[in-house]
Protein backbone atom coordinates (compact mmCIF):
# COMPACT_ATOMS: atom_id res chain seq x y z
CA UNK A 1 0.00 0.00 0.00
CA UNK A 2 3.01 2.36 0.33
CA UNK A 3 2.65 4.90 -2.10
CA UNK A 4 6.81 6.60 -2.55
CA UNK A 5 6.91 9.85 -2.83
CA UNK A 6 10.57 9.95 -1.90
CA UNK A 7 13.74 8.87 -3.37
CA UNK A 8 15.11 5.20 -2.26
CA UNK A 9 16.28 5.17 1.47
CA UNK A 10 19.99 4.68 0.53
CA UNK A 11 19.68 8.13 -1.32
CA UNK A 12 18.48 9.82 1.53
CA UNK A 13 21.64 12.12 3.30
CA UNK A 14 19.63 13.96 5.62
CA UNK A 15 20.58 12.94 9.85
CA UNK A 16 17.68 12.16 11.04
CA UNK A 17 16.82 11.53 14.72
CA UNK A 18 14.20 9.45 16.23
CA UNK A 19 11.67 8.53 18.69
CA UNK A 20 10.56 4.85 19.36
CA UNK A 21 7.40 3.82 20.44
CA UNK A 22 7.48 -0.13 20.65
CA UNK A 23 8.92 -1.72 18.14
CA UNK A 24 8.72 1.61 15.65
CA UNK A 25 10.99 4.64 15.05
CA UNK A 26 10.00 7.40 13.97
CA UNK A 27 12.67 9.64 12.17
CA UNK A 28 12.59 13.25 12.16
CA UNK A 29 14.89 16.71 12.07
CA UNK A 30 14.06 19.45 15.02
CA UNK A 31 12.85 21.98 12.28
CA UNK A 32 10.22 19.44 11.42
CA UNK A 33 8.62 18.83 15.18
CA UNK A 34 5.97 21.29 15.96
CA UNK A 35 5.22 19.54 19.24
CA UNK A 36 4.03 15.93 17.59
CA UNK A 37 7.06 14.12 19.55
CA UNK A 38 5.45 14.83 22.88
CA UNK A 39 1.89 15.22 21.34
CA UNK A 40 1.72 11.67 20.38
CA UNK A 41 1.95 10.45 24.12
CA UNK A 42 -0.90 12.52 25.30
CA UNK A 43 -2.93 10.86 22.09
CA UNK A 44 -1.93 7.44 23.23
CA UNK A 45 -3.07 8.49 26.88
CA UNK A 46 -6.35 9.73 25.20
CA UNK A 47 -7.30 6.57 23.10
CA UNK A 48 -6.85 4.14 25.98
CA UNK A 49 -9.75 5.27 27.64
CA UNK A 50 -11.84 3.89 25.13
CA UNK A 51 -13.21 1.01 27.22
CA UNK A 52 -13.49 -1.12 24.73
CA UNK A 53 -10.30 -0.86 23.25
CA UNK A 54 -11.30 -0.52 19.49
CA UNK A 55 -8.74 -1.18 16.92
CA UNK A 56 -9.51 1.34 13.83
CA UNK A 57 -8.89 -0.50 10.43
CA UNK A 58 -7.47 2.63 8.75
CA UNK A 59 -6.17 5.69 10.23
CA UNK A 60 -5.81 9.33 8.65
CA UNK A 61 -3.10 11.50 10.05
CA UNK A 62 -3.99 15.06 8.71
CA UNK A 63 -1.02 18.40 8.77
CA UNK A 64 1.46 14.88 9.28
CA UNK A 65 4.53 16.19 9.83
CA UNK A 66 6.69 13.58 10.50
CA UNK A 67 3.87 11.57 11.11
CA UNK A 68 4.30 10.78 15.69
CA UNK A 69 1.10 10.55 16.24
CA UNK A 70 -0.16 8.15 13.05
CA UNK A 71 3.29 6.32 14.00
CA UNK A 72 2.94 6.52 17.44
CA UNK A 73 -0.60 5.03 17.41
CA UNK A 74 0.11 2.42 14.38
CA UNK A 75 2.71 0.89 17.44
CA UNK A 76 0.27 0.53 19.67
CA UNK A 77 -2.66 -1.58 17.89
CA UNK A 78 -5.15 1.14 17.44
CA UNK A 79 -5.09 0.94 14.14
CA UNK A 80 -4.50 -1.65 11.30
CA UNK A 81 -3.32 0.29 8.85
CA UNK A 82 -2.59 4.38 8.31
CA UNK A 83 -2.32 6.90 5.46
CA UNK A 84 -0.21 10.11 5.66
CA UNK A 85 -0.65 13.61 4.12
CA UNK A 86 1.57 16.70 4.25
CA UNK A 87 2.40 19.56 1.57
CA UNK A 88 5.58 20.24 3.26
CA UNK A 89 8.33 18.30 1.22
CA UNK A 90 10.69 17.56 4.13
CA UNK A 91 8.11 16.56 6.57
CA UNK A 92 6.76 13.28 3.90
CA UNK A 93 10.10 12.52 2.89
CA UNK A 94 10.82 11.96 6.83
CA UNK A 95 7.22 10.07 6.88
CA UNK A 96 8.56 7.55 3.91
CA UNK A 97 11.89 7.47 5.54
CA UNK A 98 10.12 5.85 8.62
CA UNK A 99 7.92 3.67 6.53
CA UNK A 100 10.82 2.22 5.10
CA UNK A 101 13.58 2.23 7.39
CA UNK A 102 10.92 -0.01 9.63
CA UNK A 103 9.35 -2.26 6.73
CA UNK A 104 6.20 -1.47 7.41
CA UNK A 105 5.33 0.29 4.06
CA UNK A 106 2.51 -2.57 3.40
CA UNK A 107 0.42 -0.68 6.43
CA UNK A 108 1.43 2.45 5.10
CA UNK A 109 0.26 5.05 2.24
CA UNK A 110 2.25 8.75 2.06
CA UNK A 111 0.78 11.19 -0.09
CA UNK A 112 2.32 14.77 -0.91
CA UNK A 113 0.02 17.45 -1.55
CA UNK A 114 -2.06 20.57 -0.02
CA UNK A 115 -4.48 19.64 2.42
CA UNK A 116 -7.02 16.41 1.30
CA UNK A 117 -6.36 17.14 -2.23
CA UNK A 118 -3.35 14.50 -1.75
CA UNK A 119 -5.88 11.83 -1.08
CA UNK A 120 -7.43 9.85 -3.77
CA UNK A 121 -10.77 9.80 -4.18
CA UNK A 122 -10.76 5.66 -3.17
CA UNK A 123 -9.67 6.78 0.44
CA UNK A 124 -11.82 5.83 3.16
CA UNK A 125 -10.79 6.26 6.84
CA UNK A 126 -12.88 5.38 10.03
CA UNK A 127 -10.20 7.36 12.17
CA UNK A 128 -9.07 11.07 11.44
CA UNK A 129 -6.39 12.45 14.08
CA UNK A 130 -4.54 15.82 13.56
CA UNK A 131 -2.27 18.09 14.99
CA UNK A 132 -2.99 21.11 12.52
CA UNK A 133 -1.27 24.97 13.09
CA UNK A 134 -3.65 26.32 16.27
CA UNK A 135 -3.30 30.15 15.65
CA UNK A 136 -5.01 32.43 12.86
CA UNK A 137 -1.80 35.11 13.17
CA UNK A 138 1.15 34.99 13.63
CA UNK A 139 1.54 37.67 17.20
CA UNK A 140 2.42 34.52 19.22
CA UNK A 141 6.29 35.39 20.21
CA UNK A 142 7.27 32.44 21.31
CA UNK A 143 6.01 30.37 18.44
CA UNK A 144 7.48 32.81 16.39
CA UNK A 145 10.81 32.44 17.71
CA UNK A 146 10.75 28.78 17.51
CA UNK A 147 8.59 27.64 14.68
CA UNK A 148 8.18 28.34 11.08
CA UNK A 149 4.58 30.31 10.26
CA UNK A 150 3.60 26.67 8.26
CA UNK A 151 3.61 24.86 11.93
CA UNK A 152 1.67 27.11 13.75
CA UNK A 153 -0.18 29.52 11.72
CA UNK A 154 -3.69 28.58 10.06
CA UNK A 155 -4.73 32.01 8.00
CA UNK A 156 -8.30 32.59 7.84
CA UNK A 157 -8.38 29.07 9.21
CA UNK A 158 -8.48 28.12 5.60
CA UNK A 159 -6.93 25.02 6.40
CA UNK A 160 -9.58 23.89 8.79
CA UNK A 161 -12.42 25.29 6.49
CA UNK A 162 -10.98 22.78 4.03
CA UNK A 163 -10.64 20.17 6.04
CA UNK A 164 -14.10 20.32 7.61
CA UNK A 165 -15.70 20.61 4.40
CA UNK A 166 -13.62 17.97 2.51
CA UNK A 167 -13.01 15.13 4.79
CA UNK A 168 -17.07 14.09 5.27
CA UNK A 169 -16.34 11.70 1.41
CA UNK A 170 -13.32 10.45 2.75
CA UNK A 171 -15.38 9.39 6.61
CA UNK A 172 -16.77 6.18 7.04
CA UNK A 173 -20.57 6.71 8.01
CA UNK A 174 -19.66 5.74 11.87
CA UNK A 175 -15.88 7.09 11.67
CA UNK A 176 -14.57 9.52 14.25
CA UNK A 177 -12.17 12.48 14.04
CA UNK A 178 -10.16 13.47 16.81
CA UNK A 179 -8.51 16.94 16.56
CA UNK A 180 -5.64 18.32 19.47
CA UNK A 181 -6.12 22.42 19.13
CA UNK A 182 -4.90 25.12 21.87
CA UNK A 183 -7.28 27.41 24.28
CA UNK A 184 -4.90 30.34 23.22
CA UNK A 185 -5.91 29.96 19.65
CA UNK A 186 -9.68 28.34 19.73
CA UNK A 187 -12.49 27.12 21.30
CA UNK A 188 -15.10 24.73 20.37
CA UNK A 189 -17.48 27.82 19.23
CA UNK A 190 -14.52 28.82 16.83
CA UNK A 191 -15.09 25.24 15.10
CA UNK A 192 -18.87 24.85 15.04
CA UNK A 193 -20.16 26.89 12.41
CA UNK A 194 -17.77 25.41 9.97
CA UNK A 195 -18.38 21.92 11.29
CA UNK A 196 -21.82 22.08 10.88
CA UNK A 197 -21.86 23.22 7.76
CA UNK A 198 -20.07 20.29 6.01
CA UNK A 199 -22.43 17.82 7.28
CA UNK A 200 -20.68 16.91 10.40
CA UNK A 201 -20.95 17.41 14.41
CA UNK A 202 -19.01 18.09 16.98
CA UNK A 203 -19.53 14.54 19.69
CA UNK A 204 -17.93 15.88 22.57
CA UNK A 205 -14.09 17.44 23.56
CA UNK A 206 -12.05 16.73 26.26
CA UNK A 207 -8.80 18.18 27.97
CA UNK A 208 -5.33 16.85 27.16
CA UNK A 209 -4.38 14.54 29.85
CA UNK A 210 -0.69 16.19 29.38
CA UNK A 211 -0.85 19.32 28.57
CA UNK A 212 -3.83 20.64 30.77
CA UNK A 213 -2.29 23.82 32.40
CA UNK A 214 -2.64 27.53 30.69
CA UNK A 215 -1.96 27.33 27.51
CA UNK A 216 -4.04 23.72 27.62
CA UNK A 217 -4.03 21.63 24.93
CA UNK A 218 -7.47 20.05 24.17
CA UNK A 219 -9.12 17.81 21.85
CA UNK A 220 -11.80 17.84 19.68
CA UNK A 221 -14.27 15.06 18.72
CA UNK A 222 -16.33 14.85 15.16
CA UNK A 223 -18.40 12.52 13.32
CA UNK A 224 -21.12 12.67 10.38
CA UNK A 225 -24.39 13.89 11.30
CA UNK A 226 -25.67 10.65 10.16
CA UNK A 227 -23.41 8.25 11.92
CA UNK A 228 -24.83 5.55 13.76
CA UNK A 229 -23.09 5.96 16.60
CA UNK A 230 -22.73 8.01 19.22
CA UNK A 231 -19.62 9.12 21.50
CA UNK A 232 -20.17 8.51 24.88
CA UNK A 233 -18.24 10.48 27.60
CA UNK A 234 -17.82 9.27 30.91
CA UNK A 235 -15.47 10.87 33.32
CA UNK A 236 -12.37 10.04 31.92
CA UNK A 237 -13.56 7.25 29.79
CA UNK A 238 -14.73 6.91 25.96
CA UNK A 239 -17.51 4.78 24.51
CA UNK A 240 -18.84 4.48 20.69
CA UNK A 241 -22.18 2.96 21.04
CA UNK A 242 -25.08 2.56 18.32
CA UNK A 243 -27.47 5.09 18.44
Not at 12 to 41: F, M, R
Not at 96 to 116: E, F, S
Not at 122 to 137: K, Y
Request: charged letters at 25%.
Amino acid sequence: MSHSTTPHVDELTQSYKYKAWNDVCVYYTEDLNGGGAYIADDYLDLFNCFTDRRRFKRMFEWCCGPAFIGYSMLAANICASLCLADFYGPAIEAAQYTADKNNIGDRVTVYKGDGLLALPESERFDLVVGNPPHFVERNMLEYRENFEPRIYVDDKWRLHRDFFSGIREHLERDGLIVLVENTRGSHIDTFKPMIQSCGLMISGWQWSRRFNVAPALWYLFIMRDDSKVQLQIRGNNFELTAI
